[in-house]
């Protein structure tokens, strides 16, 4: 059987966000390109306060993620924070659609505003004047836009579904070009057909019963279709799995966790890797990542870390970001040394505080996400790393391992 929409995970779809002031009718739009009812559509401005996403398949894009934000001029007493969830969805967007309706002020400055947000994140941007069926001073508005963005917005009814076919055939060319960037491979250049690759995966307390976390199920994947001979063991029966080869693995992948055991077991022949790794070229920039890692050596107990986590699992014995990376890092710089945690969707505007930002491998974001974090560091001037990377400098072979 093909892969399904539900096979695919969130952060292989695609991500398209739709923003506009409040009672634009974006949540009417989302509907109408869905064709049932995902957000919940009122007259009164203001209805849609948390993102709503949902999963759908657009021809010509495939599985994909629609996400409704709250209106960028809410003036309520809750307005910041749902403004604060609607600058997430900027970072998160592949694609974004801004929404037009009228009673816009003639200077459209919110609609400027958030545009240049979204070209500074290199975001794709279709401009939508909605309710046409209703706005008597549809050419009028249509021309106000033009003239302050030079671009024609679609005309578009979500009540009537008029040019609703027009948007989605605009999102397919959109989405043409950004394709490239995301056909991307977890193992970059580091394999090939033929080549055997071992994958170590200790199944611990950290691994979910009866099935594989996902960077292990993506990278099998991944090995599989690119024709390679793939085995997989766990850390435990390394060195008898090593022994019932007739030669050594091309390439070793391991959990990070276990980085420092299998590097010292490894044939001299075999190339080795981490999950994690992998995924910090995959999803956001090695090269931000290393230097990074190489900041730990320069910190001090008056130095405050952040660790990032995408997943918003309830905390286990032994946890990598909650425990076992702080006291990998302690151990190294002194008890003094400050670690902050935030998981999911949160992360600091403001990183000022922090000497160094560690982010987890991020198979729960995808590639826009994570890279709009490394942005937001780097315009800071603040180190960023990953868990991966990380390790394998605290275990002090980092220039030892392959780098996609």
């Known amino acids: 059987m093909g892969t399904t929409l539900n096979d695919t995970p969130s952060a292989d779809r695609t991500h398209i966000a739709f923003f506009g002031r409040m009672n634009s009718g974006k949540s009417s739009l989302i509907n109408a390109l869905a064709g049932q009812q995902i957000s919940i559509v009122s007259d009164v ?32 007493s809750l307005g910041d924070s749902r403004v604060a969830l609607a600058k997430q969805a900027a970072g998160q967007a592949d694609l974004a659609v801004l929404v037009f309706a009228a009673g816009a002020d003639e200077a459209l400055t919110e609609e400027k505003r958030w545009y240049e947000l979204l070209r500074k994140r290199d975001t ?3 401009f939508v004047l909605n309710k046409t069926d209703i706005t008597t001073q549809t050419a009028q508005l249509a021309e106000q836009i033009h003239r302050q963005f030079q671009q024609k917005p679609l005309l578009v009814s979500a009540k009537t579904t008029q040019g609703i076919s027009q948007l989605k055939q605009a999102l397919t060319a959109a989405y043409d070009g950004i394709r490239q960037e995301q056909v991307r491979l977890i193992t970059g250049g580091l394999v090939g057909p033929s080549d055997l690759v071992m994958l170590v995966m200790p199944q611990d307390i950290q691994a979910p019963k009866g099935r594989l976390i996902l960077p292990q199920v993506q990278t099998i994947r991944e090995l599989l279709d690119q024709k390679c001979l793939t085995m997989c063991t766990t850390a435990a029966q390394f060195t008898q799995a090593l022994e019932s080869l007739k030669q050594p693995p091309k390439l070793i992948i391991t959990d990070s966790q276990v980085f420092r055991a299998i590097y010292d077991q490894k044939p001299e022949a075999s190339k080795l890797t981490s999950f994690s790794t992998l995924f910090a070229a995959y999803k956001g920039d090695m090269e931000y990542f290393v230097h990074g890692a190489h900041v730990i050596g320069t910190l001090t107990q008056k130095d405050r870390v952040l660790i990032a986590e995408c997943c918003t699992h309830a905390p286990l014995d032994e946890d990598i970001g909650r425990e076992k990376l702080p006291r990998l890092l302690r151990k190294k710089i002194g008890e003094g040394l400050t670690v902050d945690l935030v998981s999911g969707a949160d992360f600091p505007e403001d990183l000022s505080a922090y000497s160094l930002v560690i982010q987890c491998g991020a198979c729960m974001f995808h590639r826009k996400h994570v890279m709009s974090r490394v942005d937001a560091a780097r315009q800071q001037h603040i180190p960023m790393t990953n868990y991966g990377v990380a390790i394998a400098y605290l275990n002090g072979i980092l220039d030892q391992v392959e780098l996609p």
């Open 124 to 126: 794709p941007v279709l």
């Open 45 to 76: 401005g203001g209805t849609t306060t948390d993102l709503v996403k949902k999963p759908m398949e657009i021809h010509g894009i495939g599985p994909c993620v629609l996400i409704d934000t709250a209106g960028f001029d809410d003036n309520s």
